[in-house]
């Protein structure tokens, strides 16, 4: 481990010519095939106001940096019980006795301190190499104290970039399908699955959402009106319209990457069939015809591709059609049943597959070629979604028992339960962190 | 003790009146076609109606009936006839939407037994076109929510399609999809599985 933190040290002393102010620079390639994860450890904060006020944050900001440093993949941060920092060890780079760091293993040290102000709470976070005792990086954050979990998901997006260059998930958003109330519901959550708040409370059947590029609108089928409709809802005004009542099917819509057209499934022409529709849901164009059932459009980040589920074969498999030629190829031969595809950012394709007699979620170049599996013997993984950066994919999971919402890296790695809630979790989606 | 005997023989002399009554009733019931309405009329009644006192002192019928009677006996039976038939309509709605059609998994194509259920549905459509069908596709749970609500849709268009080639007109049919969202049987095994691809079938008059 050590030796891990020294080569990326190398390799950021290369990257020192090129960037040159910001020296801290460390690049983690997340696509290499394994990744060595840091230590780190993160000490409860300081409560550096008047000791009675908020007393319970110091363990919080912590906890909540600790798990999204967990989540990410990169760190195994190291359990607090095995700390042997002294209580009155302070958070400057004097005060820090970095042998008491190391000597656990500790590669990385978070600290940080906090001051109530009324309603509102400053924080300051720090990271140290404990190897080398040096800080380098240090922020500070002022919010509401009921808005905590978004400072701290703040402070940890700043580790993240100063470690990797590029922001993390931290603040970015869930959507999905709970049935925590009996009925099939949207609600939209932290990336981590906490603030969770209800978008629809119809008492219906409400499926599919989806984030628009610019996440400030979502996108979802509900049966309120009696019958599977397109609705548009802005997140920001809560106002929600019928973006499309056609009769038969409206659903399994999904955003162009410019955030302008929509592709959903409709059965108008008695078989169901994907067609481009504008924000007014004016039909642009048909994007298939076919006998069969064609579903689950996802375009390519340039937009000039689209994956979708076509059972022309006989059996549900994955396609990719150009759009400027119109030509569909396939792209999965594995099995018979291969669904749900969503394409990254990064150009891959993820999607779910029957795999004997359960689903598990692969991952396949558009191109083509060998696909990857990303779970395995773990009940059955549904409804892959990417992050908006393409580095992580949430998706749903009964593996102990119900469905419930699961992140992992890009390569299947550090698979995490994220939703928790007495219902059911399905159906992701992944929106941008709102500036 | 006392108390006691006398209540025995209050509820005795009870039952004895009530099996009087009943019995005086149960002469005067005509038999009624099973499941239907008791009739709401006495026979016996003038044709008058309820509550209304005679006229004059009852006449004395000797032999035979009176017109009043048979009168009052033909609506009683035009009635009896009306229930019968309401309740024979009901059985029929209750059966034609019990009936349910089967698929196979990843499969819309009818089955000879689904044929055989759509040849009886559309042979009754054919006898009451006052009545329009709506058909509601179903997938077992296994698979992808968009896919199986394409997939529940295209079950209920090949039901509407049959039925339209043995002569309902399309505009009788409607449909929708439920994907995987509606099961009839929510357990997660193959014989509930089994159940859950499925059409079922709503009349509307």
Wanted: aromatic share 8%.
């Amino acid at each position: 481990m050590k030796s891990t933190l020294h080569i990326v040290l190398l390799v950021l002393t290369a990257f020192v010519s090129i960037v040159p102010p910001t020296w801290a620079r460390i690049y983690i390639d997340i696509n290499a095939p394994s990744i060595s994860k840091f230590k780190v450890a993160v000490a409860d904060f300081h409560n550096l106001g008047r000791a009675h006020e908020q007393p319970e944050l110091s363990r919080k900001f912590a906890d909540v940096i600790s798990h999204d440093l967990d989540l990410s993949g990169y760190f195994s941060p190291i359990d607090r019980k095995a700390f042997l920092e002294d209580k009155d060890e302070g958070i400057t780079l004097e005060a820090i006795n970095f042998k008491n760091w190391s000597v656990i293993g500790a590669e990385l040290l978070v600290k940080g301190g906090y001051t109530v102000i009324g309603n509102h709470v400053e924080v300051v976070a720090r990271l140290f190499d404990t190897y080398r005792g040096k800080q380098i990086m240090g922020k500070r954050f002022l919010g509401r104290i009921t808005s905590y979990r978004w400072l701290a998901h703040r402070l940890s997006n700043e580790i993240i970039r100063m470690l990797t260059g590029q922001d993390s998930m931290f603040l970015t958003r869930l959507g999905y399908v709970d049935t925590t109330t009996g009925h099939k519901e949207i609600r939209v959550s932290d990336y981590d699955g906490y603030n969770s708040r209800a978008i629809t409370s119809d008492g219906s059947i409400a499926l599919s959402p989806r984030f628009s590029p610019d996440g400030t609108r979502i996108l979802y089928t509900s049966y309120k009106d009696g019958r599977p409709k397109l609705y548009l809802r802005d997140l920001r005004s809560g106002v929600c319209r019928v973006l499309s009542q056609r009769k038969g099917l409206n659903i399994g819509a999904a955003w162009t990457p410019d955030g302008k057209g929509v592709a959903l499934t409709l059965s108008i022409k008695g078989n169901p069939d994907i067609f481009l529709i504008d924000l007014n849901g004016r039909i642009l164009k048909r994007l298939t015809s076919n006998w069969g059932i064609d579903v689950s459009p996802s375009f390519s980040p340039d937009g000039k591709k689209m994956a979708f589920v076509s059972n022309r074969s006989g059996s549900p498999q994955i396609y990719v059609k150009t759009l400027e030629n119109g030509h569909s190829r396939r792209l999965t031969f594995d099995g018979n049943y291969n669904t749900s595809p969503s394409w990254s950012r990064l150009n891959r394709i993820v999607y779910t597959s029957m795999n004997h007699g359960s689903f598990d979620i692969f991952t396949i170049d558009p191109g083509g070629g060998e696909p990857r599996q990303l779970t395995e013997g773990a009940g059955n993984n549904e409804d892959p979604c990417w992050s908006p950066d393409g580095k992580y994919i949430v998706f749903s999971s009964n593996r102990l028992g119900r469905y419930h919402l699961y992140i992992m890296t890009a390569n299947g790695q550090n698979q995490r339960r994220i939703s928790s809630g007495k219902g059911e979790q399905t159906a992701p989606s992944w929106g941008p962190a709102i500036p | 003790m006392r108390h006691k005997t006398n209540l025995v023989m209050m509820v005795m002399a009870l039952l004895v009146a009530c099996a009087f009554v009943m019995s005086s009733c149960a002469k005067k019931q005509v038999k009624v076609s099973k499941g239907a309405q008791p009739a709401v009329q006495q026979p016996t009644a003038p044709a008058g109606g309820e509550g209304q006192q005679p006229t004059a002192a009852p006449k004395k019928v000797e032999a035979g009936v009176t017109p009043e009677y048979q009168k009052a006996e033909a609506e009683r039976q035009a009635r009896l006839k009306e229930l019968a038939a309401k309740q024979k309509l009901l059985d029929e709605i209750r059966e034609f939407e019990n009936e349910k059609i089967y698929f196979d998994f990843d499969k819309s194509d009818l089955k000879p037994e689904a044929r055989a259920v759509l040849r009886k549905k559309a042979d009754w459509l054919l006898k009451h076109p006052e009545y329009s069908v709506r058909i509601e596709g179903n997938c077992d749970e296994r698979g992808t929510n968009e896919y199986n609500l394409a997939l529940g849709q295209r079950r209920a268009d090949s039901a509407k399609k049959f039925l339209v080639t043995l002569g309902v007109d399309e505009a009788r049919i409607s449909t929708i999809s439920y994907g995987e969202e509606r099961p009839a049987d929510p357990r997660h095994n193959e014989e509930a599985w089994a159940k859950n691809r499925r059409d079922e079938f709503k009349l509307i008059k």
